[in-house]
């Protein structure tokens, strides 16, 4: 099945403890993503890859950190969370970046809490 | 920066009844506009994807058209059900592939 998976699913932690979100996707898409959703904020972009080793920040990139070393790959790294990065962490992927024909598929969320 | 909004900002009809959903952006020199629908506590499912160049798509009971000129986008949808309440969110993919959410409509649909 075609899909982007995430894990953990539900994560609490304490701040400054280092964590990690793993993204995987089966559908050799080139473009992989993450957002987070906040109530009254929406999705926000946090980092995005356009190929292998190609990164680039979004809107929030501030305390994140990715790494893209395989193409079905796209961890989220937070190397010191604070609370303020509480949030409901999306990946997604898409066949191809460039373009305008490409519709991206979303996995099913992470729930990070920070305390 | 590009922005999204998206009104009304919730929506309750009674069951059949046809609506419209509206989402606008700021900055025209988009790539594509993708309508998803996020249930309570779920991930979000890709409806309908305009590209830049499109006018509209449809798929069932749903239409989406694009408006790029005047930075608007509407999703219809026709004969709704029960089922169709969730949270609908529009996103638009602009310039360094940079992708903008709105913050989202959410619909209820009355039996």
């Known amino acids: 099945e075609a899909q982007v998976t995430q894990n953990p699913r539900y994560l609490i932690t304490v701040t400054g403890k280092k964590l990690t979100v793993t993204c995987s996707q089966n559908?050799?898409?080139?473009?992989m993503s993450w957002y987070r959703q906040d109530p009254g904020l929406g999705l926000r972009q946090i980092y995005y890859?356009?190929?292998?080793?190609?990164?680039d920040k979004g809107d929030v990139p501030e305390g994140y950190k990715v790494s893209r070393k395989e193409k079905r790959n796209f961890p989220l790294i937070l190397e010191s969370p604070s609370p303020n990065q509480t949030s409901l962490y999306f990946c997604?992927?898409?066949?191809?970046?460039?373009?305008?024909?490409?519709?991206?598929?979303f996995g099913p969320g992470t729930r990070l809490t920070v305390t | 920066k590009q922005e999204v909004t998206q009104i009304p900002a919730a929506l309750s009809v009674p069951e059949g009844e046809n609506l419209v959903l509206n989402c606008s952006f700021t900055?025209?020199?988009?790539?594509?506009l993708q309508w998803f629908r996020q249930d309570p506590g779920k991930g979000l499912t890709s409806l309908l994807l305009?590209?830049?160049?499109?006018r509209e798509q449809t798929s069932g009971r749903l239409n989406a058209s694009l408006d790029k000129s005047s930075g608007r986008s509407t999703l219809y949808i026709a004969a709704s059900q029960p089922g169709d309440s969730a949270t609908y969110l529009c996103?638009?993919?602009?310039?360094?592939?940079?992708?903008?959410f709105g913050i989202g409509t959410k619909l209820q649909v009355i039996p």
């Open positions: 305009i590209q830049s160049s499109q």
């Open positions: 890859s356009m190929n292998v080793e190609v990164t």
């Open positions: 900055d025209s020199a988009i790539y594509n």
């Open positions: 559908m050799n898409h080139e473009y």
């Open positions: 996103a638009v993919k602009g310039g360094y592939q940079k992708v903008t």
């Open positions: 997604a992927s898409s066949l191809s970046g460039t373009g305008s024909g490409y519709e991206q598929y």
